[in-house]
């Protein structure tokens, strides 16, 4: 058998921000995390460990988490030195791959193919033996298909196959999935989405098979019914625990099946999900949160609690991403690409070092960065996060040319009329809201060009070599401009950037009923509270007068460009501060969320201030 030699030719380049944090990913965790078959990550699946190992943990994910990080960023970066180590790591996983398929860290009892003993139900639906198995498999499979993709290797690809086949045989031997994973089984039935990447990789039916009958099971868990409950309305913290990482990583499954089979009526159950997460379940940098009132910090909050203290697992942010991801490629609206520039620009880059090695496990609108251990699952996470960004900067559909996030960086891509389109953005964004994006078509073609119009944009310009575009601008939307595009091209984006404040009210509510029941008497204590956002950044501010978690203040009655201003930028900083001058005390400076306080562990960040009660 021959294979291609593996080149890398990086298709999107960003700069910027976002080319910031990706440099720093590439020399920091993908560099030195993994480097061969003996970094202790990879050293859990040799067979000496696997025989001894009983245990029930999960820290054999990050092999997959990193293999597929690690082949994007030899994609965009073409890293000879990680190409190197992708390739030894990944041939010396398939070296340990057992006959039938077999590629964990568990002991033969242990593994996925046993039964596992019945156990009466608890909070978290954990199994009887704590087991997470099919997780790491999952990530495994959708590792090595990207390892495939990046090296011209479809060794690696059927090595995923022969794995997706043992869980098949698993499932048909009477085993249930939803028994093999905790959360009542969310953290096994991932593995549909695992199988659709196999399915749409390799066309082969058997794989769809595969997640179908994942599906299924997950639908007739009493405590999951998946698919029954999304289509009853549920929000998102009634299904099965709400544990926001498990449950958003399958909803990217069911959108992968919603592509496959065209179903109509389960787009609009997931459409209805996501917008109840993103009007009810995030921070405002687009964190999925979690912790209020409940026994785990990874699950979302019921439905109308707030807290400004409330917890951001950086876990999380990967499947927020993907699951927008996979919205975006399924129906190309502007809401889906959105969303994940929000949360790349505050939540993802907040919880990163400058060094891409340390990552936050946990983020708190208000609270202090604590970074995380050398196990711990969200550094992996957090590095697959940002490798998924290059991709979903821009794209070509059919003949239509997108630019989906905005920031300094270029692309070259492969268009069915123009050729080779190269696209650049020369701009500040997100600190600046004026965008020049250059249009080089290799050959002058008819084509759309779709610019995202963010929906906070209210007022937005754009041009075409000079001359304004005689069309509907609509926040929210892409303007899609059609037009003969030439190698000369150039269009000009003006994004008005607002402060913005934003509210929300922490609600406690006391009730006494008199002996008899007749009577009911309720006391209500609300906590309103104020936050800030300047186009797509959310901003905190440091301990107030250097020693303070919280304060309250009082907001003034005049216009508020008269005690909320946008400060000029300083050397050496990256964008504005803004200066809040509350009644009664001195002002506050507000910098951008990711970077208030300071990026070393330790620092202090308060999003949301108390305001006095009405």
């Known amino acids: 058998m021959t294979t ?206 595969l997640a179908q009958r994942v599906l299924e099971q997950a639908n007739a868990h009493p405590a999951l019914r998946l698919l029954p409950a999304l289509e009853a309305g549920a929000d998102a913290a009634e299904i099965a625990t709400g544990k926001a990482y498990q449950l958003l990583w399958n909803l990217v499954a069911l959108v992968k099946l919603c592509r496959v089979t065209g179903n109509g009526d389960l787009r609009d159950t997931l459409e209805r999900i996501w917008q109840n997460i993103r009007d009810h379940h995030l921070t405002l940098g687009g964190g999925p949160w979690g912790g209020v009132a409940h026994r785990s910090r990874e699950v979302f909050n019921a439905r109308g609690s707030f807290s400004p203290n409330a917890y951001v697992e950086t876990c999380s942010l990967l499947s927020w991403i993907q699951f927008n991801r996979e919205l975006l490629r399924l129906t190309g609206e502007a809401r889906f690409a959105e969303e994940i520039e929000r949360t790349a620009y505050n939540d993802l880059i907040g919880a990163q070092a400058p060094d891409g090695e340390d990552w936050c496990y946990y983020s708190f609108p208000n609270g202090r960065r604590v970074h995380t251990t050398y196990w711990r699952c969200c550094k992996s996470s957090g590095a697959m996060a940002l490798e998924e960004l290059p991709a979903l900067a821009y794209a070509v559909k059919g003949e239509a040319v997108r630019v989906q996030l905005y920031g300094q960086g270029e692309a070259r891509l492969a268009h069915p009329r123009a050729g080779t389109v190269a696209l650049r953005q020369h701009t500040g964004y997100p600190f600046d809201g004026e965008v020049s994006l250059d249009v080089r078509p290799e050959h002058e073609a008819t084509f759309d060009l779709y610019l995202r119009i963010p929906s906070w944009a209210e007022g937005t310009a754009v041009s075409v070599n000079g001359e304004p575009v005689d069309a509907a601008i609509v926040p929210g939307r892409f303007l899609v401009l059609r037009r003969l595009w030439r190698s000369d091209d150039h269009v000009q984006l003006a994004f008005p950037l607002r402060p913005v404040l934003h509210r929300q009210v922490l609600r406690n509510v006391q009730e006494s009923r008199a002996p008899d029941g007749s009577e009911v008497h309720q006391q209500v204590l609300d906590l309103h509270y104020v936050g800030l956002t300047r186009g797509p950044l959310a901003y905190a501010t440091e301990l107030i007068d250097g020693f303070k978690t919280e304060e309250t203040i009082r907001l003034p009655d005049g216009p508020q460009d008269d005690w909320l201003q ?29 970077r208030a306080g300071g990026r070393h562990d330790g620092a202090w960040r308060l999003t949301w201030l108390s305001l006095p009660p009405p």
């Not at 009477?174 to 549909?192: C, E, F, Q, Y």
């Not at 400060?567 to 050496?572: I, N, Q, S």
């Not at 964008?575 to 951008?592: E, H, M, T, V, Y």
Request: hydrophobic fraction near 40%.
């Open 566 to 594: 946008v400060l000029p930028v300083t050397d050496g900083e990256e964008g504005s501060a803004i200066s809040l001058q509350p009644a009664s005390r001195p002002p506050l400076l507000f910098w951008p969320y990711y």
């Open 4 to 209: 291609l030699a593996a080149t890398a030719s990086p298709s999107v380049v960003l700069g910027g921000l976002l080319g910031a944090a990706l440099d720093a990913n590439l020399r920091g965790r993908l560099s030195h995390f993994i480097t061969a078959p003996d970094s202790p990550a990879i050293a859990l699946f040799s067979p000496e460990h696997r025989a001894r190992n009983t245990e029930g943990d999960w820290y054999g994910e990050h092999a997959g988490k990193w293999l597929s990080a690690a082949a994007r960023a030899f994609v965009r970066s073409g890293d000879a030195t990680l190409c190197e180590h992708l390739r030894k790591v990944a041939d010396y996983l398939l070296s340990v791959q057992e006959a039938d398929g077999y590629l964990g860290t568990y002991a033969e009892e242990r593994r996925f193919t046993h039964p596992q003993p019945p156990k009466p139900p608890s909070w978290d639906g954990a199994p009887a033996l704590r087991t997470w198995d099919i997780w790491v498999h999952a990530y495994l499979i959708l590792g090595l298909v990207e390892t495939a993709r990046a090296l011209h290797d479809v060794r690696y690809t059927r090595a995923a196959g022969r794995i997706a086949d043992l869980c098949a045989q698993a499932l048909a031997s009477g085993i249930d999935i939803t028994t093999l994973g905790n959360h009542h089984g969310m953290s096994a039935t991932v593995l549909m989405d695992a199988a659709l990447e196999l399915h749409e990789e390799t066309g082969e039916p058997r794989f769809l098979a």
